[in-house]
């Protein structure tokens, strides 16, 4: 099993709809999380991280479930310039933030 | 305003012949990271610093080295490339203060290999 698991898409939406991504982790001694953006041929970037409570950042909202060892991005009013992979990342907290990465979403938002 | 910077983005190099990856940060990050991404692939962490104290992932292989001469900048050398290694790799660093800190990635440097 993999450590953490996503759906690798693609999802396909039009301009404005909302999409939802999920991901899975295999250790429940995670204790950070996070989601990362990444273009195509570039570096990841932070998105946001993921807060126990749920956070939200404008249109993007996470949630994270440690009873279910599951994390979500919600997207709404998706934009053309969303389109890019999602990496769900974990940190592993051993000692160091060894970041554990998802194979990523990607998503297409269309005209 | 980069904060952490990697050169060259495109290496071309020869089958076998060394080659020197290089990242800087303004950060003053005590953590330094270099992944191997290849294409429709998670990153691969290969190795990290904490300050001065280097840490190998079990699975990468020997011919792939780091050097860390200061706080600022962290090499990847490949001592004879193959054509398996042909992949973007990254640079990222971290504050280790407490958890939940993000890494913060550099551009990149795509490897060919020919």
């Known amino acids: 099993r993999k450590e953490v698991e996503q759906d690798p898409g693609p999802f396909n939406v039009p301009e404005g709809a909302t999409v939802a991504f999920n991901c899975t982790y295999s250790n429940s001694a995670s204790q950070s999380f996070f989601w990362y953006r990444q273009d195509c041929r570039k570096e990841p970037k932070l998105l946001m991280s993921v807060y126990s409570s749920g956070n939200e950042d404008g249109r993007f909202t996470a949630q994270l479930n440690r009873a279910s060892q599951y994390i979500s991005l919600l997207i709404r009013d998706s934009k053309l310039s969303d389109s890019a992979t999602y990496l769900c990342?974990?940190?592993?907290?051993?000692?160091?933030?060894?970041?554990?990465f998802g194979t990523g979403t990607r998503l297409l938002v269309s005209p | 305003d980069a904060m952490v910077i990697q050169n060259p983005r495109y290496q071309v190099t020869q089958f076998g012949k060394p080659v020197t990856l290089s990242c800087s940060q303004t950060l003053n990050h005590n953590v330094m990271y270099w992944y191997q991404q290849k294409s429709s692939q998670a990153p691969k962490l290969l190795f990290h610093?904490?300050?001065?104290?280097?840490?190998n992932e079990a699975d990468t292989p020997d011919n792939f080295q780091s050097r860390r001469p200061n706080t600022s900048f962290c090499f990847l050398d490949i001592r004879s490339p193959g054509l398996g290694d042909a992949a973007m790799y990254l640079c990222?660093?971290?504050?280790?203060?407490?958890?939940?800190?993000?890494?913060?990635f550099g551009d990149g440097t795509r490897l060919s290999i020919l």
């Open positions: 610093y904490y300050d001065k104290d280097f840490n």
């Open positions: 990342v974990v940190n592993d907290d051993t000692g160091f933030q060894k970041l554990v």
């Open positions: 990222a660093t971290s504050s280790p203060l407490g958890g939940g800190q993000p890494q913060h």
